[in-house]
């Protein structure tokens, strides 16, 4: 898809943090460049004022989706969008939204009081639900040289290049103590796709599987270590839910 | 060409200081969390002896990344060299792995220039338990080889070096290789592996492999590799040369999205038959040094050599 800079680019925020925007913020070595290149048309952490171009060459869309005004939000983007990229786990997977569980009305209630009860909402929802996804990029939030990478491959007519490999593979580059084999510790590394440069695990963190799950990933033997370094069955369950990584 | 003159404590710092002037010297350190890398070492010291370290000497030689070429306001621009450097303390088994990879990257432009650029100094080592080299395996690359009391001059250019630093006449006896570790390793023919190719073991080791990639990783003579492009907001696009690893879903899989080796159970005996029995001009050559990385390294415990001697058992069953 060939693109004329500036390319016009709207960020869409769902449910959501805001930390991927943010993340994209923290290249502060390289906005002035992106300004030369990109034409932004709605950023909702720089600015309220909200963008009414007739049509995006690319949205990048951050959050789920709870709602049926936000789904019909996404729908008016996706039409008059050429490209449409999800960022972060919560628009990947529905991200730590997606973990909320037990009788939603009931939760609505006890956290927002009678109002609550008006609300129309639904359970936390990937955007890939709704609408046709070009791009995807994961993580919670995503590297911030992945964000600039993504736009400045799109500029060229192309997607980043990406290996298909566990943060394993990074964390073993970097030469960082293995959590897992020398602590028993619950580190979902084996199974988590890899581009963070082992980020957690090399400050003594396990990996929290934030960027999704690799192709082919063996959750039984993952399973079957943790449980022999000592988790339950429910601590497992929930350690591979924060992310979606749970069958 | 050996040398013998007694390596006094001088002699030894004389090395250093002359290695250390014309190139930037790197050597196994022990961190304070237990892992052993390859680190730069400044003005020293000089280690008393090899170490295996976690990821080894193809760092340097093959890194995990490199550009490959840039194209920047209408130019290609190589990549850039670093400059010459020496690795002081390398075990005799990782002598042999810098050996093998000179033969798999003969015609490799980039490997090549850091092949010129390189010193290396051997070192006797403590071997452990997951030990099991081979003196006959292979040749060795390197440049000199120094323990307590000797030294050995393996290249002309180390044979240069050490009479730079006055260390001249010869030294008695061939190099200090461990000895008896040879014992657990499973002489499998190609012959054996093929006929094992439905044994129950590959089904069962696949079970537990966690596609971690961390064997490979970690391995002196693994060094498949997978190019990447990328572009930059300020219109420069550079190709990336970066490992690869045949325990990740894509590494067999080509255009139409046919995959050669679909599952971890043939990921596994791929691994066996490229680093046993190799391929292309080295088919006949294992290139299992018997470092023993694999072995720590594999959360698993998954053991190629114990793969192996279960095959030959396991054979015609």
Wanted: charged content about 20%.
């Amino acid at each position: 898809m060939k693109f004329v800079p500036p390319i016009k680019l709207a960020w869409l925020r769902f449910t959501s943090c805001s930390g991927c925007q943010l993340t994209l913020l923290n290249n502060e070595d390289s906005l002035a460049e992106l300004a030369h290149v990109v034409e932004l048309h709605n950023f909702p952490l720089l600015s309220s004022a909200c963008g009414n171009a007739e049509a995006l060459d690319v949205a990048l869309v951050e959050g789920s989706l709870t709602s049926p005004g936000e789904v019909e939000r996404l729908l008016a983007i996706r039409r008059k969008s050429r490209l449409l990229v999800a960022v972060g786990a919560c628009a990947l997977t529905g991200g730590v939204n997606a973990m909320v569980k037990g009788e939603r009305h009931k939760a609505m209630v006890s956290i927002y009081g009678k109002a609550g009860a008006e609300w129309d909402t639904f359970p936390p929802q990937p955007i890939h639900h709704f609408v046709k996804v070009d791009g995807q990029i994961p993580g919670c939030p995503p590297e911030p040289h992945e964000l600039l990478q993504a736009i400045a491959a799109i500029l060229h007519g192309g997607w980043p290049s990406h290996q298909v490999m566990p943060v394993c593979m990074e964390c073993r580059i970097n030469e960082n103590r293995c959590l897992l084999e020398e602590d028993c510790a619950p580190c979902l590394g084996p199974i988590t796709q890899a581009g963070c440069d082992a980020l957690c695990p090399g400050l003594g963190v396990p990996c929290e599987g934030c960027r999704g799950v690799v192709p082919e990933a063996n959750r039984d033997e993952l399973y079957r270590l943790f449980i022999t370094a000592g988790l339950s069955e429910q601590e497992i369950r929930h350690r591979l839910e924060r992310f979606g990584a749970a069958l | 060409m050996i040398f013998g003159d007694p390596l006094e404590h001088t002699l030894r710092e004389k090395l250093l200081s002359s290695l250390g002037q014309a190139r930037n010297l790197w050597a196994p350190c022990l961190g304070k969390d237990g892992i052993c890398r390859l680190q730069t070492i400044g003005a020293g010291p000089f280690p008393a002896l090899a170490q295996p370290t976690m990821i080894p000497l193809k760092k340097l030689l093959l890194p995990y990344r490199e550009t490959v070429w840039r194209y920047q306001s209408g130019r290609f621009r190589a990549a850039e060299m670093t400059g010459p450097f020496a690795v002081v303390g390398v075990t005799l088994c990782e002598l042999q792995a810098v050996w093998y990879l000179d033969q798999v990257f003969a015609a490799d432009e980039s490997y090549q220039t850091r092949r010129a650029n390189r010193f290396l100094v051997g070192m006797p080592c403590e071997p452990d338990s997951n030990c099991r080299c081979d003196q006959a395996l292979m040749p060795l690359a390197g440049d000199i080889f120094i323990d307590q009391e000797q030294a050995w001059a393996l290249s002309t250019a180390g044979e240069a070096v050490l009479h730079a630093c006055g260390c001249t006449s010869q030294a008695e006896g061939p190099l200090p290789w461990p000895v008896g570790m040879t014992a657990q390793r499973p002489a499998i023919t190609p012959e054996q592996y093929a006929a094992a190719s439905d044994a129950p073991v590959w089904a069962e080791a696949a079970s537990h492999c966690l596609s971690c990639g961390a064997c490979s990783a970690v391995c002196p003579t693994c060094y498949c590799f997978d190019m990447l492009d990328d572009a930059a907001l300020d219109g420069t696009v550079s190709r990336s040369r970066i490992w690869d690893n045949c325990f990740f879903a894509e590494h067999g899989k080509v255009a139409g999205g046919y995959d050669f080796r679909p599952g971890r159970a043939a990921r596994l005996r791929f691994r066996m038959e490229h680093k046993f029995f190799g391929f292309g001009s080295l088919r006949g050559q294992n290139s299992c040094v018997g470092c023993g990385r694999c072995r720590k390294a594999c959360p698993v415990d998954i053991d190629l050599d114990q793969i192996a001697a279960r095959l030959k058992g396991e054979e015609g069953s």
